[in-house]
C-alpha cells in the first residue's frame, strides 16, 4: 500500500481534494493508491487489517497527562484508544484520556499543518513592510533557502546590534544562541500566578502544588473540601475529578468558592460560593475576622491556638520576629486595632460579592474541631497585586490548624497535583545533554516582555526574578519562536503584535499557523511528538509514561533539533557542539535513568531492566542493568504506575514532619515557620517598583480589578469598563493547543458566558454576537446566557487563536489577552486570568459559529 503521505505530497491534487483526504484520515479512513490516484476505505476495512497499538504522545500542557493509544495501519491512526493495562479501580484507577487527547490524531494529521517552509511575500532583509506582519501573503521555499535567509539575519543582528539584539524562546533555539554568543529570554509566573515565588519565602516547599496538600486516600479522610478556583473537570480532565468523587463518596462535603459554578462543583454537588476575580483575599480577612471575635476556647474552639504559637510568626503582638513593628501584626490588622478600620464581614463584602454572614458561614466550616482540606487552584492567583494570596491562604490553615495532619491540609491543589500531594513515585531519567550557559544575564518578565521591546527599556529583576529591579535599556531587532506560544498567551496580546511589527526579523517554528507564526517572516514546519523518537510524560504523581514513534514525519516537517543543528552548520559550528549525540540517544538515557520508589516507600531503585541485547538493538550506548520492568515490556504497555491501596507505604501528609517538631524539621522560609508576617516577601516585591505590599496578607486593589470597574468608588459609580472579564481553562483547548481540531470546535463552540440578568440589562439574546472592550483591546464572540457565573462577571474562555479584522481592529476568535495589557504587579506576576471589561451587543455582522470558519490551510 502506498503511503498516504507520499501520495498527498507528491501527487498533483487541488486544494479541495488534499483537504477531502486529509479528512478522510482524521475521521479514522485511510488512502491507497499510486501515482495520481487515490481512494478511500471504511474505518472497518482498514482496521481489520494487520496493524499495531503504539503508545502515543498526549504532551499537551494540561496536567493530565493521560495514556493515549494509537492503532497504526500503513502509517495512519485509525483508531485511538485509553489506559487498559489493569482492571480500573479507587485506589489503582486507570489513566484515561479526556475528548482532547481522543481527537489528537485529528490534531496531528489535520489538514491545516504546516506543510514546508514558508516566507512572507513582501518581507526582505530588514523587514520590508513590517505592518503586513500577520496579515501578508504566504510564499513556499526551501528548507535550504529558510535556514540561509535564517542565519544570515541572525548574524546581521549580532555583527550590527550585539546579542543583546536577540531575543528567543524554545529549549533548542537557546542552546544554539548561547553558543552563538548569548541572547535574551523571559521568565514568568505564566500558570502559577502568586503561587510560583511566595511559598518558598512563607514556608512552603512547592513544586507545581504536589507538596503542598496530603495525598488523594488521605484526603478521603476529610469531612470538608473547601475548593477555591479550582475546576479540573476543565483544566485538567484526567483523574483528578475521579479521585474528589471518591472523597466524595466517603463522606466528604465540599465548599466552592469562585466567580463560576463550574463543571467539578456541579460533578461534587458542592455548595458554591460566588465571589468576585481577585478578591480572595478581601473575602479571607473577613474569614479571619469572625474566627478571631468568634472564637472561644472552652465552647467554640474555632482557632488552634497551639498551632499559631508553635509554627507561625506573625499573627499577633507576641509572635513577631525581632526588629518588626509589633504593631504591623496580623490580628490587630484584621481588628482594625491600629488603623481604625476593622476588615469585618461587611467590610469584605463590599469588595468580593459574598454576603456577609456567608462569609460568616464559610469561617465556622473551617473550625479546628473537624476535618478540613482548603485547597486552591492556581487561577485565583494569576491575577493582579495578588502575591499575598498564597501567604492569606496558608494563614486561614493556619489559624484553623488544618496543616501537618492526616484529614487536614492547606495548600494548591492544580495541574498534576490536583487532589493529589505528594512527591512523585515515578520518574524519567535526564536527557544527558550538557548545558549551554547563556553568557548573557538579560531577561524579560512575561507580563512586561511586550512593553519592553516596544519602549527599549525593562525592568531587570535578576536571572531569577528576585532581586531588586533595575531599569535597562534594550534594542531588540530579531524575535525567535521555538517554543511557548508566547504571543498568543502572554499578558497584553496587542502590544506583542505591535513589537512583533516593530522589529527586523520575526521567525518561528510550528505545526500550525499559530499566532507567533501568523505574525512572523519566516514559518518553519516542525514536527509533531508522534513523528519523533519517543519520550516521557509524567501526570499524577504514581505514573509515567513512554510513549514511542506513531508515524514518519509528515510532508517537510523536522524536529527542532534538526533544525537548530542546520543553523548551527551556518553559524560556523560542528553539529556535536550542540548535541554530542542524538535524540534517539537522549530518550534512551532517560530510560536508563527512570527511578521508581522501593516498596518500602523509603528510597528509590531503577525502573526499567536493561539488557546487552537492548543496547544493540537500540544501536545506542549504554550498561545493562537491573530495573522493575523490561524495556520491550515497557515500550508495549507504554505506561508503569504504581500501584496504591489505603495503609501502604506511599502517603503523603504535607509538612507532617514540621508540624510535629518545628525545631528539627525547618521550613524554607527565613525564620524556618510559617511566616504570617514575612519580611523576605514584602523586600523583594517592594525592590521590584512594580508595586508594593505590607509583609502580611492584604487586599491591593488590582489596577484592572474589581475597584477599577468604578469612576468613584466611594459612591460606587461605575465607570466605562463596569464589568470583569473571567479567562477560565476550556474543554475545548489545552491553553491554545487543538483550538483549530474540528471535532472540539463543533463540540466546544467558544462563547462568551453572560449572566442572565447581566444580558437582559443589554438586551442580549442566548446566540447574540458581543463585542467586549477593554483599556487594552476588542474581542467579538457568541453569547450563552447562564446562572452559572455571578453577576457583573462575564467567562471568556481562555485560549482561542487570535484573528483581528484588520479593518476595525476587533478580534473575531474571543482570544482572552487581547483584553489585557501589560501591566506586572508585584513580583511579576502576570495578571492575565482577568481584567475590568464593557459589554454590549454587537451592531455590525453577527459571527458565524467557528466550526464554520475557513481552516489555515496553505499549499
Not at 471589561?837 to 499549499?859: S, T
Request: with cysteine; proline share 6%; glycine share 10%.
Amino acid at each position: 500500500m502506498a503511503s498516504l503521505f507520499d501520495s498527498i505530497t507528491h501527487s498533483a491534487m487541488s486544494r479541495r481534494r488534499f483537504i477531502q483526504a486529509s479528512a478522510a484520515a482524521a475521521a479514522s479512513l485511510s488512502l491507497a493508491g499510486c501515482g495520481n490516484s487515490l481512494t478511500t476505505a471504511s474505518a472497518d476495512k482498514m482496521t481489520a487489517q494487520e496493524g499495531k497499538w503504539i503508545t502515543a504522545a498526549c504532551w499537551h500542557n494540561c496536567g493530565g497527562r493521560c495514556l493515549n493509544k494509537a492503532y497504526v495501519v500503513d502509517g495512519v491512526v485509525v483508531r485511538q484508544k485509553t489506559d487498559d493495562t489493569h482492571p480500573d479501580s479507587p485506589d489503582y484507577f486507570q489513566q484515561r484520556a479526556c475528548l482532547r487527547g481522543r481527537a489528537q490524531r485529528n490534531q496531528v494529521f489535520g489538514a491545516d499543518r504546516l506543510k514546508y517552509p514558508m516566507k512572507r511575500k513582501h518581507w526582505e532583509p530588514g523587514g520590508g513592510d513590517k505592518s503586513l506582519r500577520g496579515r501578508d501573503e504566504w510564499v513556499r521555499i526551501s528548507w535550504d533557502e529558510a535556514l540561509d535567509l535564517v542565519a544570515a539575519e541572525l548574524k546581521k543582528a549580532k555583527e550590527t546590534y550585539g546579542n543583546r539584539s536577540l531575543f528567543a524562546c524554545g529549549t533548542e533555539v537557546g542552546r544554539l544562541l548561547n553558543l552563538y554568543g548569548g541572547h535574551i529570554t523571559r521568565w514568568g509566573t505564566t500558570s502559577y500566578g502568586a503561587w510560583k515565588f511566595t511559598p518558598g519565602k512563607i514556608g512552603y516547599s512547592f513544586n507545581a502544588g504536589e507538596e503542598t496538600i496530603n495525598d488523594r486516600i488521605d484526603l478521603r479522610g476529610c469531612e470538608t473540601i473547601i475548593l477555591l478556583g479550582s475546576n479540573p473537570a476543565w483544566s485538567s480532565a484526567g483523574s483528578p475529578s475521579y479521585h474528589f468523587l471518591q472523597m466524595k463518596q466517603a463522606g466528604a462535603k465540599f465548599i466552592g468558592i469562585d466567580p463560576f459554578y463550574n463543571d467539578t462543583y456541579a460533578l461534587l454537588e458542592a455548595d458554591w460560593i460566588p465571589t468576585r476575580p481577585q478578591t480572595d483575599v478581601a473575602l479571607l480577612t473577613g474569614v479571619a475576622y469572625t474566627l478571631i471575635t468568634e472564637d472561644d476556647p472552652s465552647t467554640n474552639p474555632l482557632i488552634d491556638w497551639d498551632f499559631l504559637k508553635r509554627c507561625t510568626i506573625g499573627f499577633d503582638g507576641d509572635s513577631m520576629p525581632e526588629g518588626a513593628d509589633p504593631k504591623e501584626n496580623f490580628k490587630d490588622y484584621v481588628l482594625g486595632t491600629y488603623d481604625g478600620v476593622p476588615k469585618t464581614p461587611e467590610w469584605a463584602a463590599e469588595i468580593c460579592g459574598v454576603e456577609p454572614n456567608t462569609i460568616r458561614s464559610l469561617a465556622r466550616q473551617f473550625t479546628k474541631t473537624k476535618k478540613v482540606a482548603f485547597l486552591a487552584g492556581w487561577a485565583s492567583a494569576r491575577n493582579q497585586n495578588v502575591d499575598g494570596l498564597p501567604q492569606m491562604i496558608m494563614t486561614i490553615g493556619a489559624m484553623t490548624g488544618h496543616i501537618g495532619k492526616p484529614g487536614h491540609c492547606t495548600g494548591v491543589s492544580c495541574h498534576a497535583g490536583a487532589g493529589n500531594g505528594g512527591d512523585a513515585l515515578v520518574s524519567p531519567g535526564k536527557d544527558g545533554l550538557p548545558g549551554v550557559k547563556n553568557p548573557l544575564d538579560d531577561v524579560f518578565n512575561d507580563a512586561h516582555i511586550w512593553r519592553s521591546i516596544v519602549d527599549g527599556k525593562y525592568v531587570y529583576m535578576g536571572p531569577g526574578g528576585q532581586d531588586p529591579g533595575v531599569e535597562r535599556d534594550v534594542d531588540i531587532h530579531v524575535i525567535y519562536h521555538a517554543g511557548r506560544a508566547l504571543l498568543q498567551t502572554t499578558d497584553g496580546m496587542n502590544l506583542g503584535i505591535e513589537a512583533h511589527r516593530k522589529v527586523d526579523f520575526v521567525v518561528t517554528h510550528a505545526q500550525f499557523l499559530t499566532t507567533t507564526a501568523k505574525y512572523s517572516d519566516i514559518v518553519l514546519p516542525i514536527n509533531t511528538e508522534w513523528e519523533r523518537v519517543g519520550g516521557f510524560l509524567t501526570g499524577n504523581r504514581e505514573m509515567a509514561i513512554m510513549y514511542s514513534q506513531v508515524t514518519e514525519s509528515l510532508y517537510e516537517a523536522k524536529s527542532d533539533q534538526w533544525i537548530v543543528t542546520e543553523l548551527a552548520k551556518r553559524l560556523g559550528f560542528k553539529p556535536e557542539e550542540l548535541y554530542p549525540f542524538d535524540e534517539k540517544q537522549q530518550f534512551f538515557n532517560k530510560i536508563a535513568g527512570s527511578k521508581v520508589v522501593t516498596p518500602d516507600g523509603k528510597d528509590f531503585e531503577p525502573l526499567v531492566t536493561i539488557t546487552a541485547a537492548d543496547i544493540a538493538q537500540w544501536g545506542v550506548q549504554g550498561t545493562p542493568q537491573q530495573g522493575r520492568i523490561t524495556l520491550p515490556e515497557l515500550q508495549e504497555k507504554g505506561i508503569y504506575q504504581v500501584e496504591r491501596y489505603p495503609g501502604d507505604n506511599y502517603g503523603y501528609i504535607a509538612c507532617a514532619d514540621f508540624v510535629t517538631d518545628p525545631e528539627k524539621n525547618p521550613l524554607p522560609s527565613e525564620s524556618g515557620k510559617f511566616e504570617i508576617y514575612c519580611r523576605s516577601l514584602a523586600e523583594v516585591i517592594n525592590g521590584t517598583g512594580f508595586s508594593k505590599i505590607k509583609p502580611i496578607p492584604t487586599h491591593i486593589p488590582a489596577p484592572d480589578g474589581y475597584e477599577s470597574t468604578f469612576k468613584d468608588w466611594g459612591n460606587k459609580v461605575k465607570g466605562d469598563y463596569p464589568y470583569q472579564v473571567l479567562n477560565p481553562h476550556y474543554l475545548r483547548r489545552s491553553h491554545t493547543v487543538f483550538d483549530n481540531v474540528q471535532w472540539l470546535r463543533e463540540t466546544w463552540p467558544n462563547p462568551v458566558f453572560i449572566n442572565t440578568k447581566d444580558a437582559e440589562s443589554k438586551g442580549i439574546m442566548d446566540g447574540d454576537t458581543v463585542l467586549l472592550t477593554s483599556r487594552h483591546g476588542k474581542t467579538l464572540r457568541r453569547a450563552c446566557l447562564t446562572e452559572r457565573f455571578m453577576p457583573g462577571v462575564i467567562g471568556l474562555p481562555h485560549g482561542a487563536w487570535v484573528d483581528i479584522d484588520e479593518k476595525t481592529g476587533i478580534d473575531t476568535a474571543g482570544a482572552d489577552n487581547i483584553l489585557c495589557g501589560s501591566v506586572p504587579t508585584g513580583q511579576g506576576v502576570s495578571g492575565w486570568n482577568t481584567c475590568a471589561v464593557n459589554m454590549e451587543k454587537y451592531a455590525g455582522a453577527p459571527l458565524i459559529p467557528d466550526i464554520e470558519k475557513p481552516q489555515r490551510i496553505f499549499f
